[in-house]
């Protein structure tokens, strides 16, 4: 038990369709991230949110849609995704103090397949 | 991107051999981590070093954080069934939110 869970594990979905992807830690951290992992690739860091601002975007689509509401929660809104959007949705959290950054800790992950 | 290279890419090993990886990069990093990550689940922490020459364990594990601070090293020493799964490193610096991460070590041990 890492203290970071996400929902659902898993999820099919249509091109069309909008769906949200949660995250919640029980770490009482200060930042939480979004990560998309392909096949055979590094891990892609999509948004950080610090503080509940949003901190880093990494050039990601506006397909998806991230939302902080407290430091506790991270959600990802996705909708019209593509095919090549299957992956493994991964949410973390970390505490920042000043310039640094502790440790990140991973939730289990979203396996997300596009139809 | 800035990116980890890390190596081995995958390994097949015996029961009860030791295990070494690891990682380098063009930056100096001010933390390592090191995770292992299995089929359907999130990467797990292993280990984490925050200074040069730093040497940590963990059970059979055994992390360094490399003086020259561009790279680290992961040992498992008498490799069991369980330890199959693919091991990432990464990195961060002072100042940033990221950490960049290694393409990781593929891991499998023969009975």
């Known amino acids: 038990e890492t203290g970071v869970t996400q929902t659902p594990r898993h999820l099919v979905m249509g091109m069309t369709n909008k769906k949200s992807l949660k995250c919640e830690q029980h770490?009482?951290?200060?930042?939480m991230y979004w990560y998309k992992q392909s096949a055979k690739k590094p891990l892609e860091l999509m948004f950080v949110?610090?503080?509940?601002?949003?901190?880093e975007n990494n050039s990601v689509p506006s397909r998806f849609s991230p939302e902080c509401p407290n430091s506790s929660h991270l959600f990802l809104h996705l909708h019209t995704l593509q095919p090549e959007d299957s992956a493994l949705y991964l949410c973390?959290?970390?505490?920042?103090?000043?310039?640094?950054?502790?440790?990140?800790?991973f939730g289990p992950g979203t396996r997300l397949l596009v139809l | 991107g800035q990116q980890l290279n890390q190596s081995p890419q995958s390994m097949f090993i015996q029961e009860g051999e030791d295990v070494s990886m690891n990682c380098t990069s063009s930056s100096i990093f001010n933390t390592w981590l090191w995770y292992k990550q299995e089929p359907g689940e999130g990467p797990v922490l292993l280990i984490a070093l925050y200074k040069a020459g730093e040497l940590t364990s963990n059970g059979r594990l055994t992390a360094q954080f490399g003086i020259t601070r561009k790279d680290s090293f992961l040992n498992i020493s008498a490799s069991i069934p369980s330890d199959v799964g693919i091991y990432f490193c990464?990195?961060?610096?002072?100042?940033?939110?990221?950490?960049?991460f290694g393409t990781g070590t593929r891991l499998k041990v023969l009975a």
């Open positions: 973390a959290s970390s505490q920042v103090r000043g310039s640094s950054q502790e440790t990140q800790y």
């Open positions: 949110y610090s503080l509940e601002e949003r901190v």
């Open positions: 770490l009482g951290h200060n930042a």
């Open positions: 990464a990195g961060s610096t002072s100042g940033t939110y990221k950490y960049i």
